[in-house]
């Protein structure tokens, strides 16, 4: 089948990529290094091609699924072959280990840490449209996935990244738990427990303790709270549509979070291009499905 534009921007679900340049930007950040190079664009594009390929191949090995639960998807609804989103998925995977290298022999960070860390990232993305359905630790599996672009930048652009790097890829790690297993209930329509969405409260706690010393950080997470605060109401509320816009709603907040761990480093100025990727991520998502 011919492929078009339309199919492939829905099959990559391109709408969240905003969350994915701003996950970069802040590994690279936190790792102390400036992102005022011209290696940042190669390694976007590396992030760009393992989120697309992921998002791909949660298309092709959902399938059956969504011919039940989603027929409007690309694949049950005939736009596309399942073979041929396969190929397309791990070929975009295989291109954003090769785009890590490039990145990562211009930027003379750590090259056996980015390549091993673009391998896991390729693996887990893998592992988790594998085995995502009916696994109670898949909410885990994709908050590795978006840790990974942390580590994976962070050493990209750093020999010696600093400790912020990991404490900032722990503290996505909660906020993508929580989201991950909201959206695990959304084909069910309602959310039978809350418990887990305290995950998401991990950054906010880490962004309070930061400003209390670093008044900048006040900025990025008062967004921060009142988003995650207006997503809980839509998850209290429940009422139709409210179950999916709450998921796609998180899933722009992802951008905020970065927002906030940029502020600690005192860079204000590249905290604002985080909040700006979370208004471009809402922008798109009024075109594109963000899941």
């Not at 980015?114 to 896991?120: N, Y």
């Not at 050493?155 to 790690?173: E, K, R, V």
């Not at 329509?189 to 991990?202: R, S």
């Not at 998180?250 to 761990?261: P, T």
Request: glycine share 6%.
């Amino acid at each position: 089948m011919p492929w078009n534009a339309k199919t492939a921007l829905k099959l990559g679900r391109v709408s969240n990529l905003p969350t994915v340049w701003s996950n970069t930007l802040a590994g690279v950040v936190l790792a102390g290094a400036s992102p005022f190079n011209w290696n940042i664009f190669t390694l976007l594009l590396a992030m760009t091609f393992a989120y697309t390929g992921g998002m791909f191949l949660n298309d092709a090995f959902d399938r059956k699924i969504d011919a039940k639960e989603r027929p409007e998807r690309p694949i049950p609804a005939g736009e596309i072959s399942a073979p041929e989103v396969f190929a397309a998925g791990f070929t975009l995977l295989v291109g954003a280990v090769f785009f890590t290298i490039i990145a990562v022999l211009g930027w003379h960070g750590s090259f056996t840490l980015a390549l091993t860390t673009s391998i896991l990232l390729c693996g887990a993305i893998v592992l988790y449209n594998v085995w995502h359905k009916n696994n109670p630790f898949s909410p885990a599996i994709m908050g590795v996935c978006r840790m990974l672009v942390y580590l994976c930048a962070g050493f990209t652009a750093s020999q010696h990244p600093f400790s912020l790097l990991y404490i900032g890829a722990l503290a996505l790690l909660a906020y993508l738990i929580g989201l991950t297993y909201v959206a695990k209930q959304e084909n069910l329509k309602k959310v039978e427990n809350l418990w887990p969405v305290a995950f998401i409260a991990t950054p906010i706690a880490f962004g309070i303790y930061s400003a209390l010393t670093d008044a900048q950080v006040w900025f990025p997470l008062l967004i921060l709270c009142c988003w995650v605060a207006f997503c809980l109401y839509l998850l209290r509320r429940q009422q139709r549509g409210d179950l999916p816009r709450a998921v796609v709603s998180m899933i722009a907040g992802i951008a905020l979070v970065d927002a906030v761990f940029i502020a600690t480093t005192s860079s204000l100025a590249l905290a604002g291009a985080a909040v700006a990727a979370f208004l471009l991520t809402l922008l798109l998502q009024r075109y594109i499905a963000g899941t």
